[in-house]
Protein backbone atom coordinates (compact mmCIF):
# COMPACT_ATOMS: atom_id res chain seq x y z
CA UNK A 1 0.00 0.00 0.00
CA UNK A 2 1.77 3.49 -1.07
CA UNK A 3 0.37 7.04 -1.06
CA UNK A 4 -2.53 7.96 -3.69
CA UNK A 5 -1.35 10.80 -5.38
CA UNK A 6 -4.67 12.56 -6.50
CA UNK A 7 -5.27 15.02 -9.74
CA UNK A 8 -3.98 18.60 -9.52
CA UNK A 9 -1.41 19.97 -7.39
CA UNK A 10 -1.39 20.74 -3.32
CA UNK A 11 0.16 23.68 -1.42
CA UNK A 12 1.28 21.80 1.42
CA UNK A 13 1.23 18.31 3.16
CA UNK A 14 -2.14 19.94 5.21
CA UNK A 15 -3.81 19.87 2.07
CA UNK A 16 -2.55 16.89 0.94
CA UNK A 17 -4.12 15.32 4.28
CA UNK A 18 -7.19 17.09 3.80
CA UNK A 19 -7.91 15.95 0.95
CA UNK A 20 -7.58 11.94 2.22
CA UNK A 21 -10.10 13.16 5.68
CA UNK A 22 -11.88 15.81 4.28
CA UNK A 23 -15.27 15.88 5.07
CA UNK A 24 -17.58 15.27 8.69
CA UNK A 25 -17.81 11.66 8.59
CA UNK A 26 -14.49 10.07 7.39
CA UNK A 27 -12.22 11.43 11.19
CA UNK A 28 -14.67 9.79 12.82
CA UNK A 29 -14.86 6.57 11.07
CA UNK A 30 -11.06 6.65 11.86
CA UNK A 31 -11.46 7.01 15.43
CA UNK A 32 -13.90 4.06 15.39
CA UNK A 33 -11.25 2.15 14.01
CA UNK A 34 -8.69 2.86 15.88
CA UNK A 35 -10.63 1.39 19.10
CA UNK A 36 -10.64 -2.21 16.96
CA UNK A 37 -11.71 -4.30 13.62
CA UNK A 38 -15.25 -3.92 12.91
CA UNK A 39 -17.59 -5.01 10.30
CA UNK A 40 -20.26 -2.57 8.81
CA UNK A 41 -22.76 -2.32 10.92
CA UNK A 42 -20.75 -2.09 13.99
CA UNK A 43 -19.43 0.95 12.61
CA UNK A 44 -22.54 2.70 11.71
CA UNK A 45 -23.69 1.89 14.91
CA UNK A 46 -20.69 3.57 16.31
CA UNK A 47 -20.62 6.77 14.42
CA UNK A 48 -24.06 8.42 14.92
CA UNK A 49 -26.57 10.17 12.36
CA UNK A 50 -23.95 8.60 9.14
CA UNK A 51 -26.13 6.86 6.44
CA UNK A 52 -25.05 3.67 4.85
CA UNK A 53 -24.20 4.57 1.59
CA UNK A 54 -21.73 7.46 2.74
CA UNK A 55 -19.99 4.78 5.45
CA UNK A 56 -19.78 2.69 2.16
CA UNK A 57 -18.55 5.31 0.03
CA UNK A 58 -16.07 6.86 2.87
CA UNK A 59 -14.87 3.32 3.43
CA UNK A 60 -14.54 2.78 -0.01
CA UNK A 61 -12.25 6.23 -0.89
CA UNK A 62 -10.21 5.64 3.00
CA UNK A 63 -9.39 1.41 1.14
CA UNK A 64 -8.26 3.38 -2.28
CA UNK A 65 -6.11 5.92 -0.23
CA UNK A 66 -4.25 2.62 1.58
CA UNK A 67 -6.00 3.90 5.49
CA UNK A 68 -8.63 1.07 5.77
CA UNK A 69 -7.86 -2.62 4.77
CA UNK A 70 -11.11 -4.52 3.92
CA UNK A 71 -11.08 -8.03 5.46
CA UNK A 72 -13.80 -10.81 2.92
CA UNK A 73 -14.09 -13.92 4.70
CA UNK A 74 -15.92 -16.30 2.82
CA UNK A 75 -18.51 -17.49 5.21
CA UNK A 76 -22.52 -17.84 4.55
CA UNK A 77 -23.56 -15.42 5.70
CA UNK A 78 -20.88 -13.23 4.34
CA UNK A 79 -18.62 -11.38 6.85
CA UNK A 80 -16.40 -8.24 5.48
CA UNK A 81 -14.21 -6.51 8.61
CA UNK A 82 -12.52 -3.34 8.47
CA UNK A 83 -9.22 -2.50 9.88
CA UNK A 84 -6.89 0.22 9.86
CA UNK A 85 -3.51 0.01 8.12
CA UNK A 86 -0.43 1.15 9.09
CA UNK A 87 -0.30 4.02 7.18
CA UNK A 88 -3.73 4.48 8.79
CA UNK A 89 -2.94 4.20 12.03
CA UNK A 90 0.01 6.62 11.55
CA UNK A 91 -3.12 9.42 10.12
CA UNK A 92 -4.49 8.47 13.85
CA UNK A 93 -1.35 9.30 15.31
CA UNK A 94 -1.12 12.54 13.03
CA UNK A 95 -4.60 13.54 14.56
CA UNK A 96 -4.42 13.17 18.44
CA UNK A 97 -2.47 16.23 18.66
CA UNK A 98 -5.46 18.07 16.89
CA UNK A 99 -8.11 16.14 19.05
CA UNK A 100 -6.28 16.82 22.12
CA UNK A 101 -6.64 20.82 20.53
CA UNK A 102 -10.16 20.19 20.02
CA UNK A 103 -11.06 18.71 23.62
CA UNK A 104 -8.94 21.54 25.15
CA UNK A 105 -9.86 24.85 23.27
CA UNK A 106 -13.10 24.29 21.33
CA UNK A 107 -15.24 21.81 24.19
CA UNK A 108 -14.95 24.76 26.93
CA UNK A 109 -16.91 27.43 27.31
CA UNK A 110 -13.68 29.48 27.53
CA UNK A 111 -13.63 29.98 24.09
CA UNK A 112 -14.51 32.79 22.65
CA UNK A 113 -13.13 35.14 19.18
CA UNK A 114 -11.28 38.37 20.04
CA UNK A 115 -13.21 41.16 20.52
Known sequence: MGTVR???SYVCGIDAAMDVIGGKWKVL???ALNERTCRFGE?????????????A??????????IVHREAYEEVPPRV?????PLGAGLNDALRPLGA???????TDDVRPPA
Open 57 to 66: SHLRELEEDG
Open 43 to 55: LRRMVPGITEKVL
Open 81 to 85: EYSLT
Open 6 to 8: RPG
Open 29 to 31: ILW
Open 101 to 107: WGREHIL
